[in-house]
Nanobody, 125 residues
Framework: VQLVESGGGSVQAGGSLRLSCAAS????????MGWFRQYSGKEREGVAT???????RYADSVKGRFTISKDDAKSTLYLQMNSLKPEDTAMYYC????????????????????WGQGTQVTVSS
């Protein structure tokens, strides 16, 4: 599965951005997808995940501000980011685990197999 992110950019604190992740054809339906971010010099951390039945899970740092969703018809994953803070500045990656009827809500990068190239989000104070 090939993934291509878009929608990153620069925004002031309190602003919003919507990230998109377009996926090539999946082998299986109802797979798991997630968003991760990586600060400079740090490991990737899980931001949000959605399973094959549209259940979601969020990192505590983004709860109430970020929303993960997907459009299966378009094979596209989204991350709506509101009330952005300078500490949200990072490279954001989407990832997928192409499993039939995936029910995992793991925020661990070890669970996911396919990754996009990343899109930079910069939030200024």
């Amino acid at each position: 599965v090939q993934l291509v992110e878009s929608g990153g950019g620069s925004v002031q604190a309190g602003g919003s951005l919507r990230l998109s992740c377009a996926a090539s054809e999946y082998r299986y339906s109802r797979n798991c997808m997630g968003w991760f971010r990586q600060y400079s010099g740090k490991e990737r951390e899980g931001v949000a995940t959605i399973d094959g039945y549209d259940r979601t899970r969020y990192a505590d740092s983004v709860k109430g501000r970020f929303t993960i969703s997907k459009d299966d018809a378009k094979s596209t994953l989204y991350l709506q980011m509101n009330s952005l803070k300078p500490e949200d500045t990072a490279m954001y990656y989407c990832a997928t685990r192409d499993l039939l009827g995936c029910t995992s809500l793991s925020l661990s990068e070890l669970f996911f197999r396919d990754w996009g190239q990343g899109t930079q989000v910069t939030v200024s104070s």
